[in-house]
């Protein structure tokens, strides 16, 4: 059975910085590649971010509203995925989401698998 | 401001059937296959579509979606209140700033 769990949230002052873990099991983790998402209070799903798997050197992007803030990496070995959040501004205020991505045909993205979630709030 | 576009809410009665909108443009689903997810609040999302059109294991006939240039459906058919949830369409925008995209999601109330 596929399972994530987000793990990490919690209070963080204006500025500050907080790092996400997303625990999986039961898929062979370094043959996906694997993304971030947020749901703000009162808004809807937003995509974050996401790192390929290995095949494709692990390349990752970035939504335009984290970019340069946000750095999410991975580690096979122990099949995590991290987001490391840093300069967090109030609006970035969101329960955040672990997805398994699928990349296959030109033009194909989807999220098959999702965990579920962990709250952030920004606050002073 | 969602890049694909989705209406707030749509209503239909038990056993009925519902269509929900999603526009977009031509750099993303004019381009790239769509993806349709159930969320209920609380809960982790479900991918209920994938490659326009196709099912996930599990994921009964009830659901179907479809794409046509710029535009895609989500259909549900024979109502039930569980389907009661929140509704995202999602793509690849292969525009001047690539990323995942996704609709601002439509509230689905079963009366």
């Known amino acids: 059975e596929v399972q994530l769990v987000e793990s990490g949230g919690g209070l963080v002052q204006p500025g500050g910085s907080l790092r996400l873990s997303c625990t999986t099991s039961?898929?062979?983790?370094?043959?996906?590649?694997m993304s971030w998402f947020r749901q703000a209070p009162g808004k809807g799903l937003e995509w974050v971010n996401f790192?390929?798997?290995?095949?494709?050197?692990?390349?990752?992007e970035y939504a335009a509203s984290v970019k340069g803030r946000f750095t999410i990496s991975r580690d096979d070995s122990r099949s995590i995925a991290y987001l490391q959040m840093n300069s967090l501004k109030i609006e970035d205020t969101a329960v955040y989401y672990c997805?398994?991505?699928?990349?296959?045909?030109?033009?194909?993205?989807?999220?098959?698998?999702w965990g579920q979630g962990t709250l952030v709030t920004v606050s002073s | 401001q969602s890049v694909l576009t989705q209406p707030p809410s749509v209503s239909a009665a038990a056993r009925q059937k519902v269509t929900i909108p999603c526009s977009g443009s031509?750099?993303?689903?004019?381009?790239?296959?769509i993806s349709w997810y159930q969320h209920l609040p609380g809960t982790a999302p479900k991918l209920l579509i994938y490659?326009?059109?196709k099912r996930p294991s599990g994921i009964p006939d009830r659901f179907s979606g479809s794409k046509s240039g710029t535009s895609a459906t989500l259909d549900i058919t024979g109502l039930q209140t569980g389907d009661e949830a929140d509704y995202y369409c999602?793509?690849?925008?292969?525009?001047?700033?690539?990323?995942?995209?996704f609709g601002g999601g439509t509230k689905l109330t079963v009366l």
């Open positions: 997805t398994r991505t699928q990349i296959g045909l030109p033009g194909e993205y989807y999220f098959d698998f």
């Open positions: 999602g793509t690849w925008d292969s525009g001047l700033i690539p990323g995942v995209v």
């Open positions: 039961g898929f062979t983790f370094s043959d996906y590649t």
């Open positions: 031509s750099s993303n689903i004019g381009k790239n296959y």
């Open positions: 490659e326009n059109n």
């Open positions: 790192i390929r798997h290995k095949a494709y050197s692990e390349t990752t």
